[in-house]
């Protein structure tokens, strides 16, 4: 390192700078100085910062001396924009769009909206936003942004800011749900005239349970839905079966309920609402005869807790207590058709099939007995011919054959 005298390019006045390196390359450097002097370099500042005044161009902002590093940059990234590769810009702008819908978009879904933006893109509409992406970025005010990107190449630039001008017009997908899912949302709440809480119960259908989000503690809230067999099972679940039927009804069911007790609720399905608005669903039916999958050749009667079926049930022959309810051999069908016919009981889909196949048993059993019958009627001696055909019995024993 050696101290040097130097002549300023700008103003020919010698200057004395540190130079390094051997003595030839220091000698070269020397003759072919085109470096300034300080005091020209200060000059040139002002100069610039005089410039960027004057509204000839976009005024940048920074330091003095940032301003007008910048202004040279800018001058520089004109230059090569006047011969800057499209395909190169639009690659970008690819690229960029790209990554802006990844955000939001699924992998198969971002395929077709790329595709979809390749047909609709033509040049002539590329080239149009690669201009107006062109001016906007010559409008960058900030003088270390401009410093920040100097290496940068212009394509890659451009196409940053096409793809920015470019999405600001789409509305983000995820932002316009939001706003549409809050709308529907408030739409779907159903309020009592005097609320006993603003706490909102969502009463949503999932598969094959109704859901119920309250979020509070409340007794009376708590009482009702139990009564309505639901289960804490974080939230509050009810499960669905022949026994509920139709699902909407449950759920119109129990939202009126929770309304007419002061509950504010909310159903998104508008079919819902409306039953519940003009009191238009089915009540649910809690007197069941149905059959447990563990004795399939046995009827099952149950009833709600609250409604006592237990006595009445249990007058049927051959019934016995199969908590919560009462379970009956299949042969005592009559009676049990009886018994639900008077006390409005229905039977489940399982239920009716065993019925018909009890049906089918008591008729292969009565052709059974009449063919014994006949038999035995030859053999009675001819003084006896005319009893009268014997009644059939009325506890009829399935045969085992006939069971499956
Ligand atoms: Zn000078």
Known sequence: MAWENV?????????RIQMYGPYKTREWKIANWSGICDTCKEKEVAEMVKQNKSGKSPELTGSDKQIAWAINIREKFKESYDHCDYSYCVNHFAK?????????LSISKLE???????????????????????DNFFEIPSAHEWIENRQVNIEKLVGKTMAEIFTSIQTPATNFEKDIQ????????MEPSDPVSTTIADI??????????????????????KNYNFRWDSPWKKQLS???????????????????AGFCIRILNPEIRKKIITENFILEHTRWISVLSNKPTHFYIQWAYEDNMYSEAKKITGSRYDKPGVIIPMEHMDEILDFAKIYEFKFSPAA???L???????????????????????????????IPVLEVPKKIEVDDELKD
């Not at 077709?112 to 062109?134: F, G, N, P, R, Y």
């Not at 809050?182 to 709440?189: G, L, T």
């Not at 598969?207 to 409340?218: G, H, Q, R, V």
């Open 96 to 104: 960029y769009l790209k990554n802006y819908y990844k955000s939001f």
């Open 356 to 386: 018909k196949k009890t049906k089918a048993n008591k008729k292969a059993a009565l052709i059974l007995k009449s063919e014994n019958l006949k038999t035995k009627e030859k053999q009675l001696p001819e003084s006896n011919s005319d």
């Open 352 to 354: 009716e099939t065993l």
């Open 112 to 134: 077709k909206k790329m595709e979809k933006l390749k047909e609709t893109m033509d040049e002539k509409k590329l080239k149009e936003l690669m201009d107006i992406a062109a």
């Open 7 to 15: 002549i300023c390019s700008k103003c020919k006045e010698e200057y």
């Open 242 to 260: 022949f026994m509920t039927e139709n699902p909407e009804d449950r759920m119109a069911e129990i939202g009126h309920t929770l309304l007419a």
């Open 204 to 225: 949503k259908l999932n598969d094959d349970k109704i859901i119920i989000s309250f979020l509070e503690k409340n007794n009376d809230f708590k009482k009702i839905i």
């Open 182 to 189: 809050a709308d529907v949302e408030a739409e779907a709440v």
